[in-house]
């Protein structure tokens, strides 16, 4: 095993393919336990990690189409959103590939949501220089909204009237 340990620190590759080969052999005493702990955790985080920036930004961007979109629209006529529909569609397809891929993420969503819709809040706020207050404090869509490929949010017009009113002030 201390051969096994020296290896991880060496040569990580080799250490990966050793580690499969007594897994598959089942010679569970000669493996590296503590490094192989580490390795699965981290895994786990990083999956974890990934589930929670696609959610922010998923969520950022249908914030930005309800509470922006018109009003960029009205002033930008030759914006239409394709960037924004592009990045929404890559999201949901990519958020659903990663929990095929790990089922076990699905029992995270609600409290991924959760936490990413309060950074996402912030990022649509930023990148719109609309104010924070305009977006609301909840998610204000449910996960099958979120992941529903045919769902966009409908633009808040009574925000809008409100922004516009604060703009023209």
């Known amino acids: 095993m201390a051969v096994l340990a020296d290896l991880y620190t060496k040569d990580y590759s080799a250490w990966t393919s050793q580690t499969a080969q007594l897994l598959r052999a089942r010679q569970f ?4 336990i503590e490094h192989l702990l580490e390795e699965l955790e981290g895994m786990g985080s990083s999956e974890r990690r990934e589930l929670e920036n696609r959610f922010r930004v998923l969520l950022a961007h249908l914030l930005k189409w309800q509470f922006q979109y018109q009003n ?5 006529q030759e914006f239409d959103g394709r960037s924004w529909n592009r990045t929404i569609k890559e999201q949901r397809r990519q958020l659903i590939r990663l929990m095929q ?7 995270l969503v ?9 950074d ?5 706020a930023d990148e719109s220089n609309l104010p924070l207050e305009i977006f609301p404090a909840g998610c204000p869509y449910s996960q099958t909204q979120i992941l529903n490929k045919d769902f966009y949010p ?10 516009n009113v604060e703009q023209n002030s």
């Open 120 to 124: 996402a809040r912030e990022d649509a």
């Open 29 to 32: 005493t000669k493996l590296d």
């Open 101 to 107: 891929r790990n089922p076990g993420l699905k029992t």
């Open 110 to 118: 609600p409290s991924v949501i959760l936490t990413a819709y309060q």
């Open 154 to 163: 409908t633009t808040d017009i009574s925000m809008l009237s409100i922004l």
């Open 72 to 76: 960029l629209s009205s002033k930008w």
